[in-house]
T-cell receptor, first 111, second 114 residues
Framework: EAEVAQSPRYKITEKSQAVAFWCDPISGHATLYWYRQILGQGPELLVQFQDESVVDDSQLPKDRFSAERLKGVDSTLKIQPAELGDSAMYLC?????????FGPGTRLLVL | GNSVTQMEGPVTLSEEAFLTINCTYTATGYPSLFWYVQYPGEGLQLLLKATKADDKGSNKGFEATYRKETTSFHLEKGSVQVSDSAVYFCALSKMNFGNEKLTFGTGTRLTIIP
């Protein structure tokens, strides 16, 4: 069964450093999402791509976060500089026929 | 706007007990409805879904019926197991200007004790 791949699974960094997360969606899924999930809460959408284009980044803190999906397949989410409040799980999802499929997530800890 | 309200947790049950986790929604039109499950330290897994009124989604012994008259999608299981311990999220999906948006509830933590 095809799955969404994410790496790394865990990342520990110091504040003010740069971090990057990678996501490979299920083959053929044109829509890709990045979510942030703070411990004990539901996921919150950061950015949505349709192929290589951003269709919604209204909740992305653009002063420090960036996301790209250059060839419309895999995607990278970057944080620079990281802050203590960025500690969370970062989830990637891709969708087909109104159903989103999630990857295992990257758990980020900022010290 | 769209919203999902879930039963507050945590919920603790004994093994083989009957489970209900309530979920109600607010949305215009006809959203699709989902239950996702999240095991500790992992991402969300799709548990079941329903795309139109009176549809019943089912998987791994869990069921939920799309009730438009009560705007509800309650999750049920007849006999829970320790392995069902996880956080359960109810969600709705609605197209917005051609883009699909998923709105989540706050999640319900379920613990099953042997």
């Amino acid at each position: 069964e095809a799955e969404v791949a994410q790496s790394p699974r865990y990342k520990i960094t110091e504040k003010s450093q740069a971090v990057a997360f990678w996501c490979d969606p299920i083959s053929g899924h044109a829509t890709l999402y990045w979510y942030r999930q703070i411990l004990g809460q539901g996921p919150e959408l950061l950015v949505q791509f349709q192929d290589e284009s951003v269709v919604d980044d209204s909740q992305l803190p653009k002063d420090r976060f960036s996301a790209e999906r250059l060839k419309g397949v895999d995607s990278t989410l970057k944080i620079q500089p990281a802050e203590l409040g960025d500690s969370a799980m970062y989830l990637c999802a891709s969708s087909f026929q109104e159903t989103q499929y999630f990857g295992p997530g990257t758990r980020l800890l900022v010290l | 706007g769209n919203s999902v309200t879930q039963m507050e947790g945590p919920v603790t049950l004994s093994e083989e007990a009957f489970l209900t986790i309530n979920c109600t929604y607010t949305a215009t039109g006809y959203p699709s409805l989902f239950w996702y499950v999240q095991y500790p330290g992992e991402g969300l897994q799709l548990l079941l879904k329903a795309t139109k009124a009176d549809d019943k989604g089912s998987n791994k012994g869990f069921e939920a019926t799309y009730r438009k008259e009560t705007t509800s999608f309650h999750l049920e299981k007849g006999s829970v197991q320790v392995s069902d311990s996880a956080v359960y999220f109810c969600a709705l999906s609605k197209m917005n200007f051609g883009n699909e948006k998923l709105t989540f509830g706050t999640g319900t933590r379920l613990t099953i004790i042997p």
